[in-house]
């Protein structure tokens, strides 16, 4: 397709030049004065492929999605283990710590960022130790030690020692009701969630380069920047928590008087742009919702990412289970 609907994301990015700035420092022991690209501080997997310790469809062939950054150690010690601290990226609220190997993330830590331009949260795994004062609610500055960096996960040894790293993410949370639509879903029946909306797959990750190569940044614009790939039409029961939380990605129409949404989707399934719709919005069709258009060039990625199914026309499993999860309040 063609036309505006995606140009005007575009347009709206550049006006989202706000003077406020959001400080972020390194979260490992690295010095970033002296990192002169990823190489300097990327973690590939077993590939080899520098590239597979970065973001985006980098693992698998480019079949899987890596929401985050993998950043390799600065030192260990004689067993071989890292011993960099990992600190806050930048000042927040501890929001989740789990401490136990019961999941991919191993001994991980999530805070949030209610001061930034958008409250984004900050993902820390895999450490090897957990800074023991930690706990829901603790305010911290940027720089502040969160533990040592380790390579923990559904045990000890699932990512081997030499490949140990912190897998750091940015991102948003798609659903406060993250937990209804888990124990909704019949393929979640054998699999505990232990980790509340705090489980990663209630949390979508945006690019952390831009943010923690300069000291500081306007987060807002940073996420705004985002290319849209994809948008949607949805006529949920209630208006979506995630909607009501980043009030900043409203583009238009009111939400008190909204039948439906319009919502711009990044190609990575970031819900980015939301325009509220009345009932007479010729937009708005039949049903909980539709896909309304791609925008052509990101169609291989879209599919790739499995936003659309394999023929690339109709929405695939990655884009129905975020909207799955951003109307968990609907149920
Ligand atoms: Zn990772």
């Known amino acids: 397709m063609t036309g505006g609907w995606f140009q005007r994301a575009s347009c709206l990015g550049l006006l989202a030049t706000a003077a406020t700035a959001t400080e972020f420092v390194w979260p490992t022991s690295l010095d970033r004065s002296q990192l002169r690209g990823p190489e300097d501080y990327l973690q590939p997997t077993e590939s080899k492929r ?28 004689k067993s071989g283990d890292p011993t960099d601290l990992v600190f806050s990226a930048t000042e927040g609220v501890v929001a989740y710590v789990n401490p136990r190997l019961n999941g991919a993330y191993g001994r991980y830590v999530v805070m ?17 130790a957990l800074q023991p004062e930690l706990k829901p609610g603790l305010v911290l500055g940027a ?11 559904t045990n000890e040894t699932a990512i081997p020692r030499d490949r140990a790293h912190l897998h750091f993410e940015v ?15 019949a393929d979640n029946r054998n699999l505990p969630n232990h980790h ?8 979508i990750g945006l690019d952390p380069t831009p943010l923690l190569t300069r000291s500081s940044s306007n987060v807002l614009t940073v996420l705004r920047s985002q290319p849209v790939a994809l948008a949607i039409t949805l006529r949920p029961k209630r208006t979506p928590d995630f909607i009501t939380r980043y009030p ?21 399934g970031m819900p980015i742009g939301w325009t509220a719709l009345k009932a007479s919005d010729p937009r708005l069709r039949p049903g909980a919702w539709s896909l309304f258009g791609v925008k052509e060039e990101y169609r291989p990625l879209l599919v790739q ?17 975020q909207v799955d999860i951003l109307t968990a309040n609907s149920r």
């Not at 720089?143 to 996960?153: C, D, P, R, T």
């Not at 659903?175 to 639509?181: G, K, L, R």
């Not at 949404?261 to 190609?267: A, D, K, P, R």
């Open 50 to 77: 520098l590239e597979s310790g970065g973001f985006g469809m980098v693992r698998d062939d480019g079949h899987r999605f890596h929401e985050g950054l993998d950043i390799r150690p600065l030192g260990r010690n």
């Open 112 to 128: 949030l960022h209610p001061r930034a331009e958008i409250p984004v949260y900050t993902l820390y795994a895999h450490l090897a």
């Open 143 to 153: 720089g502040k030690v969160l533990g040592v960096m380790g390579h923990s996960s």
């Open 171 to 185: 991102g948003l949370m798609l659903s406060a009701q993250f937990q209804a639509w888990y124990d909704a879903d």
């Open 196 to 203: 509340g909306a705090f489980n990663g797959q209630n949390l």
């Open 248 to 268: 900043a990605l409203l583009k238009g129409g009111e939400v008190a008087t909204a039948a439906g949404w319009y919502v711009e989707f990044s190609w990575q």
């Open 305 to 321: 990412r499995r936003m659309l199914s394999a023929n690339g026309k109709a929405a695939g499993e990655t884009l129905i289970r």
